[in-house]
């Protein structure tokens, strides 16, 4: 199981938000100019504790629970992304085309753990309007058995030496296997 829990800084954001609400509101009990940010600031202040309220998210094997409410996963049609990732927020039609918006408030790299865990798990779903099988290039049972029998690819060479450098070694080489040592008749180092 994976529990999937709102991030706190929206609850710390929503309740700062608030206090600047009121200290706005303070301010436009004198001039009345300053009702345009109490209400930008009382707007923000709904939108961050909403978001902070959200239920957990949990992944099970067998299903996904979004606070008190179980979804087994063969229930789960489609995963329909929308632009926002963080906070991440998706439609999820369940059999019976019954839909569900999921949002859930963390960081970036927790709301693409969600997502990933989301469309791993349900098995029978279109994911953006892809197949399961297609999205994570899954290949059907039928095909797998033509693809054991493909040849494997022979490694590809790397060139580890200029061609220059690979005819000098060439020529060291044939020289060693000819007179059986690479230094002149000469020179003894004795």
Same mark, same amino acid.
């Given at each position: 199981? *994976?529990? !999937?829990?709102?991030?706190?800084? !929206?609850? @710390?954001?929503?309740?700062?938000?608030?206090a600047l609400?009121?200290?706005s509101?303070?301010?436009?009990l004198?001039?009345?100019p300053?009702?345009?940010?109490t209400?930008?600031?009382?707007?923000?202040?709904?939108?961050?504790?909403f978001?902070a309220?959200?239920?957990?998210?949990?992944?099970h094997?067998?299903?996904?629970k979004?606070?008190?409410?179980?979804?087994?996963?063969?229930?789960i049609?489609?995963i329909?992304? @929308?632009g926002w990732?963080?906070?991440?927020?998706?439609?999820?039609?369940?059999a019976?085309?019954?839909?569900?918006l999921?949002?859930?408030?963390?960081?970036?790299?927790t709301?693409?753990?969600?997502?990933?865990?989301?469309?791993?798990?349900?098995?029978?779903a *279109?994911?953006?309007?892809?197949?399961?099988?297609e999205?994570?290039?899954?290949?059907?049972?039928s095909?797998?058995?033509a693809?054991?029998?493909?040849?494997?690819l022979?490694?590809?060479? !790397?060139?580890?030496?200029?061609?220059?450098?690979?005819a000098?070694?060439e020529?060291? !080489?044939?020289?060693?296997?000819t007179?059986?040592?690479?230094?002149?008749?000469?020179?003894?180092?004795?």
């Amino acid at each position: 199981m *994976t529990k !999937y829990t709102p991030s706190r800084n !929206y609850l @710390t954001a929503g309740i700062v938000a608030c206090a600047l609400a009121f200290v706005s509101a303070w301010f436009a009990l004198r001039w009345t100019p300053s009702v345009v940010p109490t209400i930008l600031f009382f707007l923000t202040s709904a939108c961050l504790l909403f978001l902070a309220a959200r239920p957990v998210v949990e992944i099970h094997a067998q299903h996904l629970k979004i606070g008190s409410r179980v979804i087994p996963w063969a229930d789960i049609r489609s995963i329909d992304r @929308t632009g926002w990732i963080s906070p991440l927020v998706v439609f999820l039609t369940l059999a019976g085309n019954r839909r569900i918006l999921l949002v859930y408030p963390g960081d970036l790299e927790t709301a693409k753990s969600l997502l990933r865990q989301l469309r791993r798990g349900a098995f029978e779903a *279109t994911i953006d309007g892809i197949p399961y099988r297609e999205f994570w290039g899954d290949e059907p049972q039928s095909a797998k058995p033509a693809a054991a029998t493909r040849k494997p690819l022979a490694s590809p060479r !790397y060139p580890m030496l200029r061609p220059e450098d690979e005819a000098d070694v060439e020529r060291l !080489y044939q020289r060693l296997k000819t007179v059986g040592r690479l230094d002149p008749k000469g020179s003894d180092e004795n």
